[in-house]
């Protein structure tokens, strides 16, 4: 039975030993004293309370290029996710495998969230119809919405909505190249102040500041 000890699972996360020991406690899993933990039912139930030990049926509605990438996406299955539908206002997409699905058009989707028990959609279609289609799939009874339009929608109050704006997420990590290149410059400009060049002297021997003294008379 593979066992890992809080000193292990502290170090890989960086975080202190005895602070995860008692995290761990609020799960209901304590570890045996020499031995550690049991990997399997610890990863059963740090997945239990994540919510991941049961299937999520989720619907894609808009399957342009980022909706059809995000249902060939394999991660969701793995993480408890079960893509029940892909939709989509195109009626030239209607009956098109997308994935190993057939998208079907958006004036059935108040049927398919019914029937397929979605309490859970993805809108990846264009900003301006975005709301509209938020607003549908609350009304059917989705109640979390992963938004990858550019735009923030509007939603009642217990309804959960998560943006991703990947141009956001681009600024972030130019943030931290600007500041990175901003601490080497300030590094070089320290160094080139710490460290004078060094001037010759006539007689071949260096001064305390690095230059080389002239030869006293005798």
């Given amino acids: 039975m593979p066992t890992v000890s809080s000193e292990e699972l502290a170090a890989a996360a960086g975080v202190n030993s005895a602070k995860l020991r008692k995290d ?68 030239a997409m209607a009956g098109k495998p997308v994935a190993g699905m057939p998208v079907q058009h958006t004036d059935d989707l108040e049927k398919i969230i019914s029937e397929n028990g979605v309490s859970i959609g993805v809108i990846a279609t264009p900003a301006g119809a975005a709301q509209q289609v938020c607003d549908r799939l609350v009304a059917a009874g989705v109640t979390s919405i992963l938004n990858f339009a550019p735009t923030v929608l509007s939603v009642p109050e217990g309804v959960d909505v998560r943006k991703v704006d990947l141009s956001i997420e681009l600024q972030i990590l130019a943030f931290h190249e600007q500041r990175k290149a901003g601490e080497e410059a300030a590094v070089a400009e320290a160094a080139a102040v710490v460290v004078p060049p060094v001037r010759p002297a006539a007689n071949g021997r260096k001064g305390p500041d690095g230059d080389m003294p002239a030869v006293m008379p005798a």
Avoid: C, H, K, M
């Fill in 24 to 91: 761990f406690s609020y799960l209901g899993s304590y570890g045996t004293r020499g031995v550690g933990y049991d990997v399997e039912y610890l990863v059963y139930q740090i997945s239990r309370e994540l919510g991941l030990t049961q299937d999520w049926p989720v619907v894609i509605v808009g399957i342009g290029n980022l909706g059809a990438a995000l249902a060939n996406y394999g991660g969701f299955a793995s993480r408890g996710f079960r893509v029940a539908a892909l939709i989509d206002a195109d009626p």
